[in-house]
């Protein structure tokens, strides 16, 4: 089984809806990303969190919410989807662990197309 | 502020070819990460390599090789005798190494096509 699941692979949405996309982890990490993917600009940060009372934005966080529920689980909200948030979002995980890296591992990816 | 170049949009070679991937970066940081993903087609994410910033050997792991010049600012990436399952798109990434956040910055990447 995967370590890094995202929920949903795909979502086609209209305008106007609220969007959950899901992120649940088995590598026992305390650190969870949220990125998304746009052609020709890398992936960006949405947010992050060290742990469940830990959410920090990073850089590109308007018009997106986050949960983390627990430590294996952290969400991603488009309160109001609008078409320019059509892209690729990617969930990951960290952990420092003893040598300091920050070796993040990824999710498969949602695809949300927003009309 | 911390940046990823990667001025290569799209590179085409024939299968076992040798192909350089550039990667140039940003930082006032004297200690950091460097690393490199490959997203083949499927769209997932896979790690390849993390470097020290104070480690500048070069590494070698099979037909990969990456060549890390801290003078130049750059971690360039050679995959040797080609094959068409490179075919993928290729992020240099960079970390800081202290501080709380330890943020990923991406570059945009470079898309490798390798040709039968």
């Known amino acids: 089984d995967a370590d890094v699941t995202q929920t949903p692979r795909n979502r086609i949405t209209k305008t106007g809806k609220r969007i959950m996309l899901e992120c649940s982890q088995t590598k026992g990490h305390d650190r969870m990303y949220w990125y998304r993917q746009d052609p020709g600009l890398g992936l960006r940060l949405i947010y992050y969190?060290?742990?469940?009372?830990?959410?920090n934005k990073g850089e590109i966080s308007d018009g997106y919410s986050v949960s983390r529920q627990a430590q294996a689980k952290f969400s991603l909200s488009l309160e109001s989807a609008i078409p320019n948030q059509t892209a690729l979002y990617f969930c990951a995980t960290s952990s420092l662990g003893t040598s300091g890296y920050n070796e993040q591992f990824f999710g498969p990816g949602t695809r949300l197309t927003v009309l | 502020a911390q940046k990823v170049t990667q001025a290569q949009t799209e590179i085409s070679v024939v299968e076992k070819e040798d192909v350089t991937l550039d990667c140039v970066y940003e930082?006032?940081?004297?200690?950091?990460?460097l690393f490199w993903y490959k997203q083949p087609p499927s769209g997932e994410l896979v790690f390849l390599i993390r470097?020290?910033?104070?480690?500048?050997q070069n590494e070698i792991s099979g037909r990969y090789s990456w060549n890390f010049q801290k003078s130049t600012s750059s971690f360039n990436f050679t995959i040797t005798a080609s094959q068409v399952v490179d075919s993928a798109v290729y992020f240099c990434a960079l970390s800081e190494a202290y501080g709380s956040a330890r943020q990923l910055t991406f570059g945009s990447g470079t898309q490798l096509t390798v040709l039968p």
């Open positions: 470097r020290n910033s104070f480690d500048e």
């Open positions: 969190s060290f742990d469940v009372k830990d959410i």
């Open positions: 930082t006032r940081d004297t200690t950091y990460y």
